[in-house]
């Protein structure tokens, strides 16, 4: 029940096209959910979050849809650029503050 | 200073070892969590600190501990070190109630 599953493992997307990576989770407690973007010997680093009272949220080329009654959350990249080339997670957490269960992990390759 | 740091970045250790990995949180940040990550996985979390108590632990066994400082730096060591301990090991920090900021991490190799 705490598990976040993620999906696809690895994509690949030509420059200018919608990248879109899913998420379903079970804990319905889970009142937090983030999306990492981690880059090779980064750590993950915050891109965009949401909360379940809203069903999307907006940032740039980055939009988080949610879809409460399914428990499940995605994150789309607009306009999608070669720097965009990274793993990006998925994760969940009982508020703001608590442990993160990270899905795990969609490899994105942004092609010229 | 702004950001995590942690130290060090990479580091090679035998089986049946001790490791100490440190982390400096971000200023202003009480909080703070571990997590590893395998090869190819995501985070997974290990425990949390906050105003240097442990505030939540993860299916780690008890030779994984950690420590917070009055500064709310971190230190996590792990005893009796496995191979399949090899890791990179993430430090991150927040001001509770708001997102966590993760260091760079130290990669761990167990040999």
């Known amino acids: 029940q705490q598990q976040v599953k993620q999906s696809p493992q690895s994509l690949i997307v030509q420059k200018g096209g919608i990248s879109i990576i899913n998420c379903a989770y079970e804990?319905?407690?889970?009142?937090?959910f983030p999306w990492y973007q981690q880059f090779p010997g980064k750590g993950p680093a915050l891109l965009i979050a949401i909360r379940p009272d809203v069903s999307e949220k907006k940032e740039g080329r980055f939009t988080i849809s949610f879809n409460k009654s399914a428990k499940q959350f995605s994150l789309h990249i607009m306009d999608s650029q070669p720097g965009d080339s990274a793993t990006y997670f998925c994760a969940a957490s009982i508020n703001q503050g608590g442990k993160l269960i990270f899905g795990q992990g969609t490899e994105l390759s942004v092609k010229p | 200073e702004t950001g995590v740091t942690q130290s060090p970045t990479h580091l090679i250790k035998t089986r049946g070892q001790q490791v100490t990995l440190r982390c400096s949180s971000q200023s202003g940040h009480n909080t703070v969590s571990w997590y590893q990550q395998a090869l190819g996985q995501g985070p997974q979390f290990i425990f949390q600190y906050y105003r240097e108590e442990e505030n939540g632990r993860g299916n780690f066994p008890p030779r994984f501990s950690g420590l917070q400082f009055p500064n709310y730096s971190s230190e996590l060591n792990v005893n009796a070190l496995e191979l399949d301990d090899s890791a990179l090991y993430l430090c991150?920090?927040?001001?509770?109630?708001?997102?966590?900021?993760f260091g760079s991490g130290t990669r761990l190799t167990v040999v």
């Open positions: 804990n319905t407690a889970f009142d937090y």
């Open positions: 991150a920090s927040s001001d509770r109630g708001y997102g966590y900021t």
